[in-house]
């Protein structure tokens, strides 16, 4: 629970980053706080990163099925539209193909 927990708060933390400069170019955020906070956010998905255990490439394929289920989540959460039943398989097939690389025995 804890490795998934990091890889969620991860993934907020890659797409904050993301999101930011976004909200700038399409002029909706004043680029005085968008862009730091984002530059802030991207520093600490990179240290999030430095946190798991496995190797890197490990992590960052492991990372990715997290990755997906929380965009799919921002997509509902942030900019309202509801996940299609498409996204849904999506989200579980990319989980299913995180916990294979995530918690293979060691």
Known sequence: M??????????LAEILGCFLP?????????????????????M???????LHDA???????????????VAVAWLWAVDGVRPSTWDA???AIT????ALIAFQPR
Not at 55 to 69: I, K, L, N
Not at 95 to 98: C, S, V
């Open 95 to 98: 989980l299913a193909g995180m």
């Open 44 to 50: 600490v998905f990179v240290w999030l990163l430095t």
């Open 22 to 42: 976004l909200l700038w170019l399409r002029q909706q955020a004043a680029g005085w706080w968008a862009l730091p906070l984002a530059a802030l956010s991207l």
């Open 2 to 11: 804890k490795t998934l927990l990091l890889y969620t708060v991860t993934a």
């Open 55 to 69: 190797p890197s490439g490990r992590v960052y394929a492991a990372y990715g099925g997290v990755y997906v289920s």
């Open 89 to 91: 398989a999506g989200v």
